[in-house]
DNA sequence: AATAAAAATTAATATACCTTAAGAATACTA
DNA sequence: TAGTATTCTTAAGGTATATTAATTTTTATT
């Protein structure tokens, strides 16, 4: 069922009686998009947060100069949204599209509100949420300061294996913020990957 | 009063009734910080989250190799902590010293915890704060991977002049990721600043 | 006030990473 | 299945930023 892996996701967290979960996921769309299909433009609104049944996204900055900047790579399990958009009703700083044929759940932001009003438990789950990602985007910001980009690459590889195994070089090298090309030379001098 | 400031800044997110007031001050424990002073020290558990009531802290990272990098800076009305470090009681991977002379109000992870089973609201509150913190990171490493050093620096003294006023070039310089010599050619081509 | 220490500046040289370009390998599409 | 687009790879040359070092300015200490 499709509500089985988003539930155990929460489940880590916060206990939910039954009338909870009917709840929760009555305000759930289910969602399946395929292989390069958008599920957010640049510069709309942002009106929900995605958590992945399955499949890949990709989450990335597209400047002025057209470069691309890889904001966050979702896997099964894992929510994805621009969440300055999503919570300020404001216009987005980045696309998310799907690096492969992906099923998603969507919450809007109207129906989050909805359910932290009526499950305070929803507020503890969204902020163990949001500290982890807090604790995640600040360790990649000190890892930019204070490694090379062929450290960059070893620490992603190997902390991210599965997301290694569906996305491109040139999209990892965009996460990691140097070009293909130079990613290319960093890894023919990696004997092993 | 010392409270004032803290309960202003919460005041924004959530309304406090008077009870929900005195439990909350009860768990804080005003600290006053010299200069130089360390908050917190790399490698050790870190045990509280701080409220800047005046004065500058900065949290940096050092490297093995005798490199810092500066991870965020705090002025008054500011919350700064390891939040790996104390959300997880691991040992912490910077360290928090005093810019200058200041006053902080700390409370622990043990009280933190209290005050949440006790007060949901300030499960609200924290998720918010987390909520911030994670768009403020987010959008640095986006400037980080997008961004020239020069660009970056322009962004820095305008979106944060206060902090410019306390901390030295050689501060921001380990902020942006460059050194303070490159900075110093940056500045000396920026007629203006 | 004098001395010491740290920060800021400037400049020469070095290097990590970028740009451009072209060919080879993979992956899409008709 | 061929044809086309995209990604990956390699290499030459270029640029942004680092390193080293020396000087000046500012800040801290006695």
Redesign the pocket.
């Known amino acids: 069922m499709s509500y089985d892996l988003i539930l155990s996701n929460i489940g880590k967290y916060v206990v939910l009686t039954e009338m909870e979960v009917t709840f929760f996921t009555s305000k759930l769309e289910l969602m399946e998009v395929k ?1 390069k299909d958008f599920v957010l433009h640049q510069n709309e609104r942002c009106k929900h947060i995605y958590f992945l049944n399955n499949g890949t996204l990709r989450a990335f900055h597209l400047s002025t100069e057209g470069k691309e900047s890889t904001v966050m790579f979702a896997i099964a399990d894992w929510w994805i949204t621009d969440m300055h958009a999503f919570t300020n009703n404001a216009s987005s700083i980045m696309n998310i599209m799907a690096v492969e044929d992906s099923q998603l759940l969507a919450l809007s932001y109207v129906n989050l509100e909805r359910i932290w009003s009526q499950l305070p438990k929803f507020e503890k789950f969204f902020r163990i949420l949001l500290q982890k990602a807090y604790v995640r985007e600040q360790l990649r910001s000190i890892q930019n300061l204070s490694l ?3 450290e960059r690459y070893d620490r992603f590889i190997s902390k991210y294996p599965e997301i290694v195994k569906k996305v ?3 999209q990892i090298a965009s996460y990691l ?9 960093i ?2 001098k990696n004997v092993d990957t």
Chains 1, 2 share one sequence.
């Open positions: 292989k090379s980009a062929p491109t070089k040139k913020g140097v070009t293909p090309e130079f990613l290319c030379t890894r023919a």
